[in-house]
């Protein structure tokens, strides 16, 4: 079955320094991939989707890449803020397209 | 516009009782889903309904769980028999048109559902 795996343990990044998370695939091959942010209480809110066929798509100061070969996504927060401390969660589609599959999601701390 | 709500947003029974859990979605949002999510894990896709009916069911755990979404808007999640590891946030979203796959989901904040 399809499996995602993101970094379990807290990544803590000072403030205005570029924060980095993975997500790691196996068993699948999406045509596209999705990140959300979840803050605590809340329900996920959509970020970006990557196409298989694009390497890397830009939304402010947000940067997703998707390298298919490696089964990987990183997600990248540029010039980061305590505001953007929160759970970022990737998800593929699953065997139907309505199927949603999440990894378990990494919390992001920026400490100021 | 207003977004998904969810009621209640936390609801304590006990194991063997019923509950129901209703979910509001954005107005004009003909797809709704279900999800359950367990602390530390990501969301667990239930069902997925297309305007009236459920389109796909497939992750419902089990008979005790049903949901319905009788006029196409308003959706209910009804469990049957509650046991404790029902516990969970049970989690509704909404998109605009098909849930193909571009289709954006916006999510209610959930429903703290705990079984004693």
């Known amino acids: 079955s399809q499996k995602i795996e993101q970094n379990s343990e807290a990544l803590n990044i000072q403030e205005g320094k570029t924060a980095t998370l993975t997500c790691n695939y196996t068993n699948y091959s999406p045509a596209y991939l999705q990140w959300y942010r979840q803050d605590p209480g809340r329900g996920p809110v959509f970020l970006l989707l990557i196409r298989e066929n694009e390497k890397e798509k830009r939304k402010e100061r947000l940067k997703v890449t998707f390298d298919t070969t490696l089964k990987q996504s990183l997600f990248h927060i540029t010039a980061s803020q305590p505001a953007d401390s929160a759970t970022y969660l990737c998800?593929?589609?699953?065997?139907?397209?309505?199927?949603?599959?999440w990894g378990a999601g990494t919390k992001l701390i920026i400490k100021p | 516009g207003a977004g998904v709500s969810q009621t209640p947003s936390n609801k304590v029974t006990e194991k063997g009782k019923y509950v129901e859990l209703r979910c509001d979605p954005i107005?004009?949002?003909?797809?709704l889903y279900w999800y359950r999510q367990s602390l530390g894990q990501g969301p667990e896709f239930l069902i997925y309904f297309q305007g009236t009916g459920a389109a796909d069911d497939s992750g419902l755990p089990n008979d005790r769980f049903f949901a319905v979404r009788p006029e196409g808007s308003v959706s209910t999640l009804k469990i049957q028999r509650t046991e404790r590891g029902d516990s969970a946030v049970y989690l509704c979203?909404?998109?605009?048109?098909?849930?193909?796959?571009?289709?954006?989901?916006?999510f209610g904040p959930g429903t703290r559902l705990t079984v004693l």
């Open positions: 979203a909404s998109s605009l048109t098909s849930g193909g796959a571009l289709d954006t989901q916006y």
């Open positions: 107005s004009g949002h003909t797809a």
């Open positions: 998800a593929i589609r699953g065997d139907s397209n309505y199927q949603l599959i």
